[in-house]
């Protein structure tokens, strides 16, 4: 019966580990792959396999080495506004197109509309891309806010609505408007700051 816990246990580790190597986050795979490796080294003192603990356990710490030089990493974040037809932006959303449609399903790109469009830059790398439209004169409007996989980790978010504020105040914004029909879009909005309205529409108050 022990045997077959431990057994267990040690699946569980693997399955761990495996799940890390599928995630496109570095942020994300450095803590799963931590969680898996801190298992698998319980897993090898319970088994008495010193070797697989010691490879483990070195694996936890290279882990919490690159976390702790993520989390202390001092990034600098821009923004490059462009034209609505600029011809990155274009390419930059034909090459996204199938990853923005899993988060914004009934998307659909209007060049026209784009009156703020910018990419998000972190460390002069483009972390994201930020459409929307003037509503109602005090009302910005957003058609999309996408985040490649690498930069999903709320910053960019945190950049655009709390560092960005003044910038869209001096624009004569007032309020955000967000309509979603994605949860985690949804959750992603609310972590911001957001609040849901009728309609699967999300708003934030911009003078508060």
Known sequence: MQTDILSLFGYLA?????????????????????????????????????????????????????????????????????????????????????????????????????????????????????????EENNVLHVGLDYVVPAYRDFKNGKFIYSRLRDWFLVNGFRKVVAPSDNKKYGLYLKKLGFEETAGGTFTKDLTE
């Open 14 to 134: 693997s399955i761990i580990i495996a799940i890390s190597m599928t995630m496109s986050s570095i942020v994300k795979f450095r803590w799963i792959n931590m969680a898996g490796a801190f298992s698998f080294a319980v897993y090898g003192l319970l088994i008495h396999a010193i070797p697989v603990t010691f490879l483990n356990g070195f694996i936890v710490l290279v882990d919490i080495y690159y976390l702790t030089k993520i989390y202390s990493a001092k990034e600098v974040f821009q923004i490059l506004e462009v034209r609505h037809d600029n011809k990155y932006l274009l390419e930059f959303m034909r090459f996204h197109e199938k990853e923005i449609h899993k988060f914004f399903p009934e998307f659909e790109f209007k060049p026209e509309m784009n009156t703020v469009s910018f990419f998000v830059l972190r460390n002069m790398n483009v972390a994201g891309v930020f459409l929307a439209h003037r």
